[in-house]
């Protein structure tokens, strides 16, 4: 898969690349070597050992650790509010060009305080000054929305209303549960998180508008398990909003992070199991789906299943009429599926079926007994996957949360979310940018959730697991047993 990042630089004029270049790395745009005097006895060190960011951060923003603290150099604060500023007890008027240009050189601000001592002395020849000044007007523009001086906003998209409110309101539970722990403890790097939900409604127009409220109004940092069928990965790519959740149905992108298997990886699973224990031939393996949006994803499987040496037959569309293969490989609805079961009895026939819980289970009590044993589902994660810490871990939110166990799998998805994004966050440091966030996402590994098999992601790779534990269904019951562990499928080329 070929993952292109949007360019996310900003167009800066030379001279702001210049004073871009000395706040960062304390780099002069002539030759001369910059000095910068410290502390108080006004000891001189290279300004390429002290650069302004080292203090103020890339960002700007400032420190909120410690006592005297570097404040931010946000022009709207220096320079262009009315009235007087207080930062470290200094009173002072805004900062003009000038002002500006003299407390950099000598500690000393527009109210004529003296400036606490750690903040070094720079002599800056009048070209350097300048691009400096043209880079600290930019400074805000460079970052990325939703990073404040406080707080980090996150946004998803849960419906209100219609068959997916109730899914929406245990997301919402879940990752509510996990902010207030966090802002409990202080939040992340000197950051409260906050989180902003929009209603997708019930189709592409509204989805699109919630996703338009949540960028460019809420200008939230990321998007974290969002429910939204008719998200559209085109949009996010072109905004370039990082995600954390369920890969949208019409395919992922480079900002797409998902903690589970895509349904491809989870069939092929079932279908190397059904090949090994199951003793399969390489071409009886038909994959068949119901219904036009899974078309690309019933593709996708055809081709993994040839490129790991089987040979399937052509893709068929199930439209209730006879399907062939004596193992089915079906991607679609559970509708789909107990109607594609039916069609196999009117026929006399008894193939394996092979599926991923999450299309079908709904299906399962409808079934016939006739079906038991027959049938091979894949689970990204099975209770077996639990250790005492992620149990809990599931029932501390459920309690806090008042949810029950009847949407665990949901619950342990957003937890998965929600702890994958929390790590590359905390990887990344205050100067967090989204570009930052995703490369930090790309860096984990084994990430041990206590709930699922360990997750990561790499370059190129944006699914937590890559494959599925196997499970067969005995009925009526439905009963279930493991038949075969989760273990990763074998990349291909
Ligand atoms: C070693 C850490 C450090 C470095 C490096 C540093 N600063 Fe500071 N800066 C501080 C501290 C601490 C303060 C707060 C001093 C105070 O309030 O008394 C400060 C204050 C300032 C202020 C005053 C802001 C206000 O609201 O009054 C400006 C402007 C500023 N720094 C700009 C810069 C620039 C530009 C650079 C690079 C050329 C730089 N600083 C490098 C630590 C640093």
């Not at 606490?116 to 400096?132: C, G, H, K, T």
């Not at 909003?241 to 890969?247: D, F, M, S």
């Not at 109607?339 to 016939?368: K, W």
Request: aromatic share 4%; glycine share 10%; proline share 7%.
């Amino acid at each position: 898969m070929a993952l292109c990042t949007p360019a996310l630089a900003l167009d800066l004029s030379e001279h702001e690349q210049a004073g871009k270049r000395l706040y960062r790395e304390g780099i002069s745009s002539s030759d001369a070597q910059l000095q910068a005097r410290v502390g108080a006895s006004d000891i001189s060190v290279p300004a390429s050992v002290l650069p302004c960011a080292s203090c103020h951060g890339n960002d700007g923003r400032g420190r909120a650790e410690g006592g005297v603290r570097p404040p931010s150099l946000d022009w709207q604060r220096l320079a262009l509010a009315q009235g007087e500023r207080e930062t470290n007890s200094r009173r002072y008027p805004a900062y003009s060009d000038a002002s500006l240009a003299w407390v950099i050189r000598s500690g000393i601000d527009p109210a004529g305080n003296r400036l606490d001592p750690a903040m070094p002395r720079f002599e800056l020849s009048l070209a350097d000054q300048r691009n400096l000044t043209a880079y600290l007007k930019r400074l805000a523009d460079e970052r990325d929305p939703g990073v404040e001086e406080g707080v980090l906003r996150l946004g998803t998209l849960l419906p209100e209303s219609g068959p997916l409110a109730e899914a929406g309101r245990v997301v919402r539970a879940v990752l509510e549960d996990g902010i207030a722990q966090l802002n409990q403890q202080g939040g992340l790097h000197g950051r409260r998180l906050q989180l902003i939900t929009a209603d997708p409604g019930f189709d592409a127009a509204g989805t699109a508008r919630a996703l338009d409220t949540l960028l460019a109004q809420e200008r939230v940092f990321a998007l974290i398990a969002p429910l939204a069928p008719w998200l559209d990965s085109r949009a996010l790519a072109q905004a370039g909003v990082p995600l954390i959740g369920a890969t949208p149905r019409d395919g992922g992108s480079a900002q797409v992070f998902d903690p589970l298997p895509g349904l491809p990886e989870q069939l092929l699973s079932v279908a190397l199991h059904a090949r090994e224990a199951l003793g399969l031939a390489p071409d009886a393996l038909q994959v068949v789906y119901a219904g036009d949006d899974q078309a690309a994803a019933a593709a996708a499987l055809h081709q993994r299943l040839s490129q790991l040496g089987m040979q399937p037959p052509p893709v068929q569309a199930f439209d209730g009429q006879a399907v062939t293969g004596e193992g089915i490989l079906y991607l679609g609805r559970a509708q789909g599926f107990s109607e594609l079961a039916a069609a196999l009895q009117a026929q006399g026939r008894q193939p394996y079926l092979l599926a991923a819980s999450a299309q079908v289970a709904g299906s399962l009590p409808g079934l016939p007994a006739q079906w038991s044993q027959r049938l091979l589902l894949a689970y990204p994660f099975v209770p077996g996957d639990w250790t005492a810490e992620g149990r809990a871990a599931l029932a501390g939110v459920q309690q806090r949360q008042g949810l029950d166990a009847s949407h665990a799998a949901l619950q342990v998805n957003t937890l998965c979310a929600w702890r994958l994004l929390v790590e590359a966050l905390r990887q990344v440091g205050r100067d967090a940018s989204r570009e930052q966030l995703v490369n930090a996402l790309e860096q984990l590994h084994d990430v041990n959730t206590g709930l699922t098999p360990a997750l990561g992601f790499g370059p190129g790779r944006r699914q937590g697991l890559a494959g599925a534990h196997v499970v067969a269904v005995s009925l009526p019951g439905p009963g279930f047993k493991e038949v075969a562990a989760y273990h990763a499928v074998p990349d291909t080329p």
